[in-house]
């Protein structure tokens, strides 16, 4: 297992831009080979997909397509969630997970995760 921190939540209005990010404890060598990813949890809803990094290859929920870009920089070992257009159905507490290995997005499969930020997007 890895630290996962994220940090980068907050309030906003709609239509605004935030970027999350996740600092890892993971050296330089092996982080490069874990599947990075965000998750999100609302109020009363299951924790849910949003973006994940594995392999220099990207996949990305339906709702955020177009609107949220995941990037990583193994150099830093971070993992970035730049979230633009948001809209008020992006209110929830957003996690970095980690996992070694190839391709996965079920929370499940990731061993490590972050405390959360949350993200508030007000009308």
């Known amino acids: 297992q890895v630290r996962l921190v994220e940090s980068g939540g907050g309030l906003v209005q709609a239509g605004d831009s935030l970027r999350l990010s996740c600092a890892t404890s993971?050296?330089?060598?092996?982080?490069?080979?874990?599947?990075m990813a965000w998750f999100r949890q609302a109020p009363g809803k299951e924790r849910e997909f949003v973006a994940i990094?594995?392999?220099?290859?990207?996949l990305y929920a339906d709702s955020v397509k177009g609107r949220f870009t995941i990037s990583r920089d193994n150099a830093k070992n971070t993992v970035d969630l730049q979230m633009n257009s948001l809209v008020p159905e992006d209110t929830a507490v957003y996690y970095c997970?980690?996992?070694?290995?190839?391709?996965?997005?079920?929370?499940?499969?990731?061993?490590?995760w972050g405390q959360g930020t949350q993200v508030t997007v007000s009308t």
């Open positions: 997970a980690a996992q070694p290995g190839g391709f996965r997005m079920v929370p499940q499969e990731f061993g490590s």
């Open positions: 990094s594995w392999s220099g290859r990207t």
């Open positions: 993971a050296s330089g060598r092996t982080f490069s080979s874990y599947c």
